[in-house]
């Protein structure tokens, strides 16, 4: 006699023991995926990392079926974009095509997903209430691949100016990467194509590298990434491209106030800090200088994964669970915008702009919490190029300017 009781499915959540329930993500069920959780709550911890194979499966498609809109190639040069009647929100536009992949000695150490770009230890990994302590042996490894990943961002840094391409920073990267025997994490990570994320103006982050010339006047972000020893290593940085840039009262007030938000941020981090604390203060700051905190990404644990629990979202009212405690490995990155805190996602699946098109900033360190306190292992040194600037009277009277605008924007976004 057949049975008629429907089959019984694990839920795929996190470290979820249960069996699922008829509830499935819905963007898999668009790409034609089955994805069976056993309840709401259990789907909502597991998001960070599930939502991994979206981008997995959305390139994969794109690969089969590339866009079908893109501009005419220039007959001198022959770039393109390759979305030309995508909605872009600023003055930026992608330049392809993208130089090939560049390639990694098979001497160097490769994270599981070098070759499929599926981080599956990620997705392994046995729940967001489980942050990993790291011995002492451990977090000589993540001192160590910080300090090297250190080294890499300046050497990026010192190659920005003006009439550079992103691409030529991404090669600066690479290129630093192989010399320190380190892999640069973000290459093929659910299929980033490149080796470093340069994110300029009203990009917040994940900016591919390409054609594009850098000019005076623009900002741009660089955020690195080793993995040395089994471990990885993760900062970012905003710098001014030429004088121009320096000039500008509202660059200089995004960049500053991103840099001060990490700075307060930091200076909360010891054993018994809620993970929710951290954007308590950045937000506070930010509003203070007129600006808003991107909400879409947070800080995260870091270790021998690149991506894992904990999350430290940097905006007020959050709902972080977790407190820290010695050997704790994770990052603070806040993202900081002159206007909207909302984003927009370009065809490539990676470069996040702001809805507005106004300018963002972000710093990020790798921080291990200690017995009393925490020790900031990316950070800079006496010859790190970039660093704090003065801001100008002019960026003060912007500063009350567009606090009016801010509030007024809040106040339609509450209503």
Same mark, same amino acid.
């Given at each position: 006699m057949a049975d008629d009781t429907a089959p019984k499915r694990r839920c795929i959540g996190l470290g979820c023991q249960h069996d699922a329930g008829s509830l499935q993500c819905p963007t898999c069920l668009k790409l034609g995926k089955e994805s069976y959780f056993c309840? %709401?709550?259990?789907?909502?911890?597991?998001?960070? #990392?599930?939502?991994?194979?979206?981008?997995? %499966?959305?390139?994969?498609?794109?690969?089969?079926? =590339?866009?079908?809109? !893109?501009?005419?190639?220039?007959?001198?040069t022959g770039q393109y974009n390759p979305f030309s009647t995508f909605g872009f929100t600023g003055s930026l536009r992608p330049v392809y095509p993208l130089s090939p992949r560049r390639n990694v000695p098979a001497s160097i150490t490769h994270p599981d997903y070098a070759? @499929?770009?599926? =981080?599956?230890?990620?997705q392994k990994f046995i729940g967001r209430s489980n942050i990993t302590i790291l011995d002492k042996k451990q977090q000589e490894g993540m001192r160590k691949v910080c300090r090297l990943a250190r080294e890499v961002l300046d050497i990026a840094a010192r190659e920005v100016r003006p009439g550079v391409t992103t691409?030529?920073? @991404?090669?600066? $990267?690479?290129?630093a990467c192989l010399e320190r025997d380190s892999y640069p994490s973000p290459l093929n990570y659910v299929h980033f194509p490149k080796s470093v994320c340069t994110s300029p103006n009203e990009v917040i982050c994940h900016g591919i590298p390409d054609q594009r $010339?850098?000019?005076?006047?623009?900002? $741009?972000?660089?955020? $690195?990434?080793?993995?040395?020893?089994?471990?990885h290593g993760d900062l970012n940085e905003t710098y001014y491209v030429g004088p121009r840039a320096l000039a500008d009262p509202s660059s200089v007030r995004v960049v +500053?106030?991103?840099?001060?938000?990490?700075?307060?941020?930091?200076?909360? !981090?010891? =054993?018994? *800090?809620?993970f929710r604390d951290p954007g308590t203060v950045i937000e506070k700051h930010a509003k203070s200088r007129s600006c808003s905190v991107i909400k879409t990404y947070c800080g995260h644990g870091i270790n021998q994964l690149f991506h894992c629990a904990p999350n430290v979202p940097h905006y007020a009212k959050n709902k972080a669970v977790g407190t820290?405690?010695?050997? *704790?490995?994770?990052?603070?990155? =806040? *993202?900081?915008?002159?206007?909207?805190?909302?984003?927009? /996602?370009?065809?490539?699946? &990676? /470069?996040? !702009?702001t809805q507005d098109g106004s300018r963002t900033a972000q710093f +990020?360190?790798?921080?291990?919490?200690?017995?009393?306190?925490?020790?900031?292992? /990316?950070?800079?040194?006496?010859?790190?190029?970039?660093?704090? !600037? &003065? *801001?100008?009277? #002019?960026?003060? %009277?912007?500063?009350? /300017?567009?606090?009016i605008q801010q509030a007024v924007d809040i106040k339609k976004v509450t209503s």
């Open positions: 309840s %709401q709550d259990c789907f909502k911890r597991s998001w960070a #990392e599930h939502k991994a194979i979206h981008k997995a %499966q959305s390139n994969l498609l794109r690969n089969i079926f =590339p866009p079908r809109a !893109v501009s005419e190639p220039d007959p001198a070759k @499929d770009g599926i =981080p599956r230890s990620e691409d030529y920073i @991404d090669e600066v $990267v690479h290129k $010339v850098l000019v005076d006047g623009d900002i $741009v972000n660089l955020d $690195v990434t080793l993995y040395h020893g089994g471990f +500053e106030t991103a840099r001060e938000c990490l700075d307060q941020a930091i200076g909360l !981090v010891k =054993p018994g *800090m809620l820290a405690k010695p050997g *704790m490995c994770f990052t603070i990155e =806040p *993202m900081i915008s002159l206007g909207t805190y909302r984003d927009k /996602t370009w065809p490539d699946d &990676w /470069t996040s !702009v +990020e360190h790798t921080l291990l919490v200690t017995e009393d306190g925490v020790e900031v292992l /990316t950070a800079r040194t006496a010859d790190s190029p970039g660093g704090p !600037v &003065w *801001m100008p009277p #002019e960026a003060a %009277q912007d500063n009350h /300017t567009n606090g």
